[in-house]
């Protein structure tokens, strides 16, 4: 086995076993696969990822409420819900199988990430509701996450171009970032369906990603109290986690568009303390998904088709990948 496969399939086993006395207690286990060959048989820019959720409801006396002690009055009243996550991810320009460096499309990039996450719901009086999202997370993007080999393994598994540029890729770098999401929901019966939407506010906040976005969200279908959020919109989006915090059945379908404006992001702009590619980072990038869930006894699954506008200026089209999520309640 090449080294720094063994190396980095080592840091997943050490980050599930550090979280072993958290998965002691009831939870859900989520695994979310997102690959841009679900939508389109394009490999480049976001080319896959896959990530591990484990997701448990918080009570009143858990360690976790002292982090909504903590925050300024308003961000989180309580805890309600707060999962850890361990995700990997790949990154590439269009033509994989050039040799020479690529000026002016994306870096080459690796990236492995973990962290924590916490929640919080507060019900008014009326047919409002607000979520709250808190993020953490820490990693590594840059040769020691192994995805060179990782791509040229699938490849040569799947008789797919040989990715050849991986030399160029983004050095070794700590990842360091924070995220916070708050978003409104207006509850209303629609005969035997229920109907959630609303505006939403996020802002992230690291060496990763600096950022700050605004959208609006819809949820329509059954059982929609025991779902929080929807499936995430990608590493660097930040607090988009769908979260199921009670068992029961139900189906729902969801949809948001939202707005950001980036300040940072380092798999664009590069290396923060050493030379590495770069390209012309647009400001402003839009996202958009749509997708469905359902939700049966210990089960749940969810798809989902995400779309983001062009990231920099020599970027040649959109960006659309697919998210499947499967999750077992424990």
């Known amino acids: 086995m090449n080294r720094r496969i063994g190396a980095l399939a080592g840091v997943w086993v050490v980050g599930w076993l550090l979280a072993t006395p958290a998965l002691a207690a009831p939870g859900v286990l989520t695994l979310q696969v997102d690959n841009d060959g679900m939508v389109s048989r394009d490999d480049d820019n976001y080319t896959a990822g896959a990530e591990l959720i484990w997701t448990q409801a918080a009570a009143p006396d858990h360690w976790s409420q002292r982090i909504a002690g903590g925050l300024p009055n308003g961000w989180l009243n309580q805890v309600d819900a707060l999962s850890y996550h361990l995700s990997y991810r790949m990154y590439t320009p269009v033509e994989v199988a050039r040799r020479d460096l690529i000026e002016d499309d994306r870096p ?113 279908g059954q059982g929609l109290d025991n779902a929080m959020g929807w499936p995430s919109l990608g590493a660097e989006q930040g607090g988009y986690r769908h979260v199921s915090t009670s068992p029961g059945s139900g189906w729902h379908v969801f949809a948001a568009l939202q707005g950001r404006y980036v300040a940072h992001n380092l798999l664009l702009d590069g290396n923060t303390v050493r030379d590495s590619q770069s390209v012309d980072r647009r400001e402003l990038v839009g996202d958009a998904v749509l997708g469905v869930a359902l939700t049966w006894e210990k089960w749940e699954v969810s798809l989902a088709h995400v779309w983001r506008s062009k990231e920099f200026e020599e970027q040649e089209s959109s960006t659309v990948h697919g998210a499947l999520s499967l999750s077992y309640r424990l």
Not at 137 to 161: K, L, W
Not at 181 to 192: A, C, K, T, V, Y
Not at 197 to 211: C, D, E, K, Y
């Open 108 to 220: 080459y990039a690796g990236l492995v990430l973990g962290g924590l996450s916490v929640y919080g719901r507060q019900r008014s009086s009326g047919a409002w509701q607000r979520e709250d999202a808190l993020q953490f997370d820490i990693g590594v993007v840059g040769p020691v996450t192994a995805a060179d080999s990782v791509q040229r393994e699938v490849h040569r598994f799947a008789n797919a171009q040989r990715p050849r540029g991986w030399s160029y890729q983004l050095g070794n770098e700590p990842i360091l970032n924070a995220s916070y999401r708050r978003h409104w929901w207006h509850r209303q019966s629609l005969g035997r369906l229920e109907m959630q939407h609303g505006p939403g506010l996020s802002a992230s906040l690291g060496n990763f990603i600096v950022q700050a976005g605004a959208g609006y969200g819809l949820r329509l």
